[in-house]
C-alpha cells in the first residue's frame, strides 16, 4: 500500500509560480508512474502531468506545456509539480498519483483509471 500527501499548494496571484510536492510513504514509489491531476469546483478531475519511474519521460496536458514541469527525487520517495506564469483557470484541488503497473523506465500514464494510489489533495488558488 502507498500513501501519498500533497503540499505546497496555496494562494498566488496570476503570474506567480508555486512548487507542489508529493510524498509516498509506506511502500517506495522509485519503480511507479506517477502523475498529476487536478479538479476545478464543478468539473471533471483533469489530467495534468506525468512522468516515468525512471523520469526521463514526461507527459503534459496542452494547457500546460512550458509553463509545468513535473520531476522526481526517487531518493527522497517525491514527485514535484513546478508551476510557472499561474492563471486564474489553474485553480483547482491538485492530486497526485501512482499506479504499481508493470512499467519499462519511458512509461508515463495519463488517465486517472490508470492510478491506484491517491493524495488527498492540495488546493491552488490564483487570483487575477
Known amino acids: 500500500q502507498v500513501q501519498l500527501v500533497e503540499s505546497g499548494g496555496g494562494l498566488v496571484q496570476a503570474g506567480g509560480s508555486l512548487r507542489l510536492s508529493c510524498a509516498a510513504s509506506g511502500r517506495t514509489v522509485i519503480s511507479q508512474p506517477m502523475g498529476w491531476f487536478r479538479q476545478a469546483p464543478g468539473k471533471e478531475r483533469e489530467f495534468v502531468a506525468a512522468?516515468?519511474?525512471?523520469?526521463?519521460?514526461?507527459y503534459y496536458t496542452d494547457s500546460v506545456k512550458g509553463r509545468f514541469t513535473i520531476s522526481r527525487d526517487n531518493a527522497k520517495n517525491t514527485v514535484y509539480l513546478r508551476m510557472n506564469a499561474l492563471k486564474p483557470e489553474d485553480t483547482a484541488v491538485y492530486y497526485c498519483a501512482a499506479t504499481p503497473r508493470t512499467s519499462n523506465s519511458g512509461t508515463y500514464y495519463y488517465r486517472a483509471t490508470e492510478y491506484d494510489y491517491w493524495g488527498q489533495g492540495t488546493q491552488v488558488t490564483v487570483s487575477s
Open positions: 512522468i516515468s519511474w525512471s523520469g526521463v519521460s514526461t
